[in-house]
Structure formats: C-alpha cells, structure tokens
C-alpha cells in the first residue's frame, strides 16, 4: 500500500493505492465502494483534488492518468517521464499537476490542454515525494534520494530553494501557514523554517528503522509519522514530544488522517489496511446523564418483617475476588506480586504474600515477575525476604525466592546503597540461621547421646531386679 489520500468533502472517502489498482473506501465500509483498475503495471500516488471530484495517479509505465471520481476511464493522461512516475499532486489553483519521477525530474502539467508547462531536472536520484503550498498556488515542494528537499515556484526555470535533509527523504509535508516544512528521511523527522531560508529547527529521532510517510491534523497541532518500525508516533507541533504512539503488525508505507480527525488509516508491507476510529464522546455525555435511582429504591423492603407462615429463601453470597486472585485468573504475574508486596498484606497476613510467590513458582513465571523491578521494588521485596526468610514455615519458598533475586540483580550490585544494605541484611539473617541450626544440631547430638545413655541404664536396672526375683522365688520354695 504505497499512498492512502483522504478525499477533502463529505462523506470523506479514501483512496488506497496498491498494486495496479486504485481502491476508493467509505468510512466505515470493508470492501471498495468503487476501483480504478486501467493500469498495465503498478500504480503510485493516488491523490484527490482539493474539491474531492478528481483524482490523479502515476504508473510504473511513465504515464500519469487523471480521474474523474464518478467515471471509471481516465479523462487525461500525460506522459512524458520516462521512468515510473511516484509523486504527483495538484496545485491549489486546480488546474495545474505536478510530478516526480525516477528519472530525476519534475514536471508541470496543464490540466485543460494535457500537455507539459515545464520540466524540472535540478535532482539527481529518485524524486519520491512532495507537496503543494496551499498559501501560494504557484509553490510546491519535492523530496528526493539525493538527499535534497526543493522549493519549486512554477513562474521560474530552476528552485527558489535547496534543503539539505542529509538521508534519502521519504516524505514531505508543509504546515497550513506555508512557514515550516516537515522531511522525513532515515531515522529522523526534520522541521524547517522556509521564511528563514530553509533554517532547522528541530530535528527528531524517535524512530528505530526509516520513517516513510508523515500526516498532520486538521489544526496543525499534531504531527504523525510512520516507519519501517511498526510504529505511529505522534508529536505535538508546539513542543516536538511523542505524545502517542500506535503498534502495528508489519513495517508501515503509507499514512492518512480523516480531515475532522476521526479516522487514522495506515497502510502496511504486507498489503493489510489498518482502519481506526475514534470513540464518539457522546455517549459518555448520555452516561453521565443518566438519571440514578431514588434513595426509597435501595432501602425498599429492608424493615419488612417475615410472618411465621413465610417461607424465608437465603440469597447466596457472592463470593468476591481479592485483587490478587483476579490478576493471578487473568495471568498477570508481575502485578499479583507487587498487589501482594503493599504494606499492610506483607504486615499483617505476610502468608498471603509467601502463598502467592509459592503459586506463581509453581507455574514457573516467579522469575519474570521478580525481574524488571527498580530500586525501590527490590528494596522492598528483600525488606521482606530478610526479615521472614527465618520462620520455619516460609523459609521452603523464601530461600527459593532470595535465590533467584540474587541471581537476577547481581549484576546491578554497587549501584544503589539502599539495594546493597539488603543484600547485606539478608546474608546476616541467613548467616545468623545457620548458626542457630548447626548450635541445634550440636544440642541434638547431645540430648541424643544423653537420652541413649538413660535407656542402658533402665535396661540394666531391669536386668538385676528380674535376676534378685528369681533367687528369692528359688529359696522359698526350699524352705
């Protein structure tokens, strides 16, 4: 999908070049209310007139074609490139069209008379972008693979002015005003200010791989752009900062914003179409207005009283799940655990907590959640660790859980005081058990030694008080 173009009138459908066709959706529609499909080769650039009555494309063949929205052939077609035509454009007197090429030149046309005002050939790569001045119907901008942005007026021979972008640009897109020029190219997102002769204003660097198209809002005060690496960044134009950022599938080509800001459509590799809508907001307003109950509804029959005849039915209790248990249902295992680390569970039911690292060990994702925590999380985590990792019914699985703590974070150890008088702590604590065992093991060994000692003597005395019977038993019987 190389060009998504919005057309400028209600019901503001788009156009979608892709392939040899050029698709017109509605709004809310899934498949083509109508195609344009006269091409021999690929199309390219498929963009409305300001009016939204005609539209223009170029062709991997040279030519350039003219629509008319409501026919299906073409009204004109101008050709004079001679290698496939990527950008084209109308100026904002209507009647003129500009074009970019891949060999290296841009062109005027007359609409009326379908033939060439004047060629341009001050570029030396590809010409892949443009724009025209709405401010001034004689302006309109081109970038190119030579790295150059330039600034053509159509009543001289040559460009007013040259822009140096420093990366192959991508896309190009002037602000309503006519005073800034927005070029993307490589990783960054470039703001000029064409008033001062072309002079830099900000330069952004908020993408990982090459930004390919760029939108504005309808006020100007947003600025969207779009890259190879999944991503829509969107910038406010008053502080250049991303104030939003969108995840797509696949790297992303093309993209276009409804003109009341309504739909953001994008365009991507692998040929899909990406349609978003923003949520109407009235229906929070109806929500809000809605008309709550009266006090008599939530103490109607609470006084009544059951006569002796009444069958009384008891209404089961619904069983309420406690904030963990529902992010331990929902597989949220980093959340269950900082739900558990609040002071007044780790306080007064600190079970609770042990119960929920045992469960999350058990499905084998204590690790992932204990990994990723900043300072003060793991302060707090060995906070606990270290003070209840000698209580004979939790020690199993907090030695386990300090384990794999020390693993993790022994890298990070030395950057933070706070972090290292924990460790600290808990190697005292651990230190001091051991004492404490291998003493109890030692008295053990003891009063085992001592309990073996008392039992050969009970059996020795048994011995003689049996052996003193018998003699006396044996003497009576003589006498």
Not at 428 to 435: L, S, T, V
Request: aromatic share 8%.
């Amino acid at each position: 999908v190389n060009k998504i173009d919005f057309s400028p009138v209600p019901p503001y459908n788009y156009a979608v070049t892709a392939s040899s066709r050029i698709h017109i959706y509605g709004r809310y529609s899934q498949e083509p209310i109508k195609t344009f499909s006269r091409f021999r080769d690929a199309a390219y650039g498929a963009t409305y007139r300001d009016d939204g009555q005609l539209l223009v494309a170029g062709s991997e063949d040279s030519s350039i074609r003219l629509f008319d929205v409501s026919g299906r052939a073409p009204l004109r077609q101008f050709d004079g490139h001679t290698k496939p035509v990527h950008l084209v454009g109308f100026l904002s007197d209507k009647y003129r069209i500009f074009s970019g090429g891949d060999d290296y030149s841009t062109n005027l046309w007359d609409i009326p008379s379908a033939t060439e005002i004047v060629s341009y050939g001050e570029h030396t790569d590809y010409v892949r972008c443009g724009c025209a001045s709405k401010v001034n119907a004689d302006v309109f901008i081109t970038g190119s693979y030579d790295h150059t942005v330039k600034l053509f007026d159509a009543r001289t021979k040559s460009s007013v002015m040259t822009i140096e972008h420093g990366h192959p640009v991508e896309s190009v897109l002037l602000f309503p005003s006519g005073g800034l020029l927005v070029s993307a190219g490589g990783r960054y997102v470039k703001v000029w200010d064409v008033l001062k002769g072309g002079q830099l204003l900000v330069s952004l660097k908020n993408h990982h791989k090459t930004v390919t198209c760029l939108c504005l809002n309808s006020s100007g005060q947003r600025l969207l752009s779009g890259s190879l690496d999944r991503h829509v960044k969107i910038y406010s134009t008053t502080s250049y900062k991303v104030v939003h950022s969108f995840n797509y599938a696949t790297s992303i080509l093309s993209l276009a914003l409804s003109p009341e800001d309504e739909t953001i459509v994008v365009g991507m590799t692998n040929g899909v179409i990406n349609v978003k809508h923003r949520k109407p907001e009235e229906r929070n307003e109806k929500s809000e207005k809605k008309r709550q109950p009266a006090y008599r509804t939530y103490v109607k029959g609470r006084t009544y009283m059951p006569k002796q005849e009444d069958f009384c039915v008891s209404k089961p209790v619904k069983r309420v799940l406690r904030k963990y248990d529902k992010l331990l249902k929902s597989f949220e295992s980093s959340k269950a655990l900082d739900a558990v680390l609040e002071p007044p569970i780790m306080l007064h039911t600190p079970e609770v907590t042990v119960a929920v690292m045992q469960e999350l060990h058990r499905r084998g994702t204590l690790r992932s959640a204990l990994a990723g925590r900043d300072e003060k999380q793991v302060n707090l985590l060995l906070t606990f660790v270290a003070r209840r990792v000698i209580e004979p019914r939790f020690t199993p699985v907090l030695v386990t859980v300090a384990d794999m703590i020390t693993d993790i974070y022994q890298p990070v150890v030395g950057q933070s005081a706070i972090v290292d008088k924990q460790f600290l702590k808990l190697q005292e604590a651990i230190g001091k058990e051991i004492d404490y065992q291998e003493e109890l093991l030692e008295v053990l060994g003891m009063m085992d030694t001592l309990f073996a000692t008392f039992t050969e003597k009970r059996d020795t005395c048994l011995g003689e008080n049996k052996s003193n019977g018998l003699t006396e038993t044996v003497e009576t019987n003589k006498n």
